[in-house]
């Protein structure tokens, strides 16, 4: 990937943890919109409390989508750090592969969001198959920054956190 810059800009940082919140809320509301689907199925009327907290689902799902634009934009146009002094190749591939992984990830769960929800692919099993790849992927990123950061004492994290910067 590229490398042009020594730090994440803050607008990076910033939209990093709106998508990490926006994916830990639809992760945590998700019922309504399920209720919804598997009414429109059954050729009922939604109710209207579970059609708004749908709509919520579906503002939420499209400023993760923003925010995964406009740091695919940043990330063009800035480039992202090289990896921490001490990573080996096969680390820094791993890591590669895994962040490529993951705004993959989060643009296969909008696209099939957006196809069920406008009744032109009924893709809800893929996208809660593509949500379990994503929360354990994620996961797993996680727990490795916290790892480096902790334990291999690498200053990952503190890229994402600026307030874990020494000095
Ligand atoms: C990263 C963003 C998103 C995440 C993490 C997410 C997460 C989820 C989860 C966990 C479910 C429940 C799946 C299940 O039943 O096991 C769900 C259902 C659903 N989501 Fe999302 N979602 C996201 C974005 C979106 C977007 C942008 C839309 C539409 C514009 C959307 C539309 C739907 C629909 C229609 C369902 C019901 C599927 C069905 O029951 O057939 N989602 N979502
Ligand atoms: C839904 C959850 C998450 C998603 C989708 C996600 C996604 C990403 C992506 C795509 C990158 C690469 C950024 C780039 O170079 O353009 C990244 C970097 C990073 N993330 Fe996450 N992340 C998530 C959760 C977390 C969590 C929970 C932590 C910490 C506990 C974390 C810490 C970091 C750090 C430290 C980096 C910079 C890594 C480096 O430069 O080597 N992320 N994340």
């Given amino acids: 990937m ?25 992760i945590a509301f998700h019922d309504a919109i399920v209720a919804v689907i598997d009414a429109r199925q059954a050729g009922q009327t939604p109710t209207d409390s579970d059609m708004t907290s749908a709509m ?20 063009w146009r800035y480039g992202a750090p090289g990896h921490a002094a001490g990573t080996s190749a096969a680390q820094a591939m791993v890591a590669n592969i895994m962040h490529k ?17 406008n009744d032109i692919a009924p893709l809800g099993d ?9 929360f354990f992927a994620a996961l797993a990123h996680g727990f490795a920054a916290i790892f480096n950061q902790f334990v291999r004492k690498d200053g990952t994290l503190a890229r994402m956190m600026p307030m874990l910067r020494k000095g």
């Fill in 126 to 134: 893929v996208h809660s198959g593509l949500n379990m790849a994503l």
């Fill in 101 to 117: 992984a993951l705004y993959g990830l989060l643009f296969a769960m909008v696209v099939t969001g957006m196809l069920t929800w």
């Fill in 2 to 26: 590229t490398t042009l810059t020594t730090a994440y800009r803050p607008a990076q940082i910033w939209l990093h943890w709106i998508t990490v919140f926006g994916v830990i809320f639809q």
């Fill in 56 to 75: 919520v689902h579906v503002s939420v799902g499209s400023i993760i989508l923003l925010a995964v634009i406009a740091r695919l934009y940043l990330r």
